[in-house]
């Protein structure tokens, strides 16, 4: 076996890295999940309820990245959600951690490499919509890709049309399926909590700052309702591999539009949020991933 090129960030990653890195991963289980969850900051307590669980340690895996933020443990979870396979990345990779964005995403061609054919995203993230409040649940059903538009997009770079790479240009509209929105909006209202579910549009930022007031401004006029840090990558490299694709944003915090304000937001506050919303994601997920066909 020719060996793996753990440099990664010199040269990209190659078809052959990434179905080597998800042999690695698979010979620690006779589970074969079609579902992906990338959980977010303070998020992995989806974990805690994934029956007969099998630890894949990020480490482990040559030329796979190390998480290095606070709410990501940095491993694989197998196991069954109410009897369903699934995997779970607990940790994902940032771009402020100093990732070039294209292994920021690589993770998802390693899970579409591992027969991953659903994907399932949460994230943390600020409300700009000033009609949303602290713990509210915001469905994807757009991003803006602010990253992407300004030159930094995730599929910049040698492409590989082979099975887990997909086309050279990619059309992103429609990433989000609606069929899975519907279903999680059901699942919400029924465990009784329809009251804190939105559908919104998540802004992608590079971070690692928090938006000043005068950006968080601009982001809303785009039409943005939530910001964060992630997810856009991601789901756009999943778009490209052909998954069926859901995100959830959980709203740590509200930003300010208006000067003057002294609220300074702190990852110790999206933390709080994350894990007051802990069991609720758990009962949602739970339930969400019996309706997926
Ligand atoms: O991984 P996600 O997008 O959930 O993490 C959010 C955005 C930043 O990484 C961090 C800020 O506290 O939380
Ligand atoms: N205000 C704010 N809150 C967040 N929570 C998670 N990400 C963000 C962000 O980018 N901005």
Redesign the pocket.
Known sequence: MAAINTDLSKIGYTYEDIQRMAQVILSNTNLRPSIGIIC????GGIADVVENPVTVSYDTVPGFPVST?K??SGKFVFGTLSGKPVLLMMG?F?Y?EGYPMWKVAMPVRVMKAMGIETLLL????GGLNQSYKTGDIMLLKDHIDLPGLTGECVLIGKNDERQVFGPRFLATNGTYDSDFRGKFLRVATELGHGDLMKEGIYIMIG??T?SSTAEARVLRMFGADAV????VPESVVGRHSGMRILGVS?I?DMVELEDGSQFQ???E???RT?NERAQLMQKMFLKFVTLID
């Open positions: 977010g900051t303070g998020l933020v709410g990501h994902r940032h402020y949460t994230n943390a993230a971070g690692p928090f964060g840090m992630s997810t959980l740590t937001v702190t990852h506050d999206v933390l994350a």
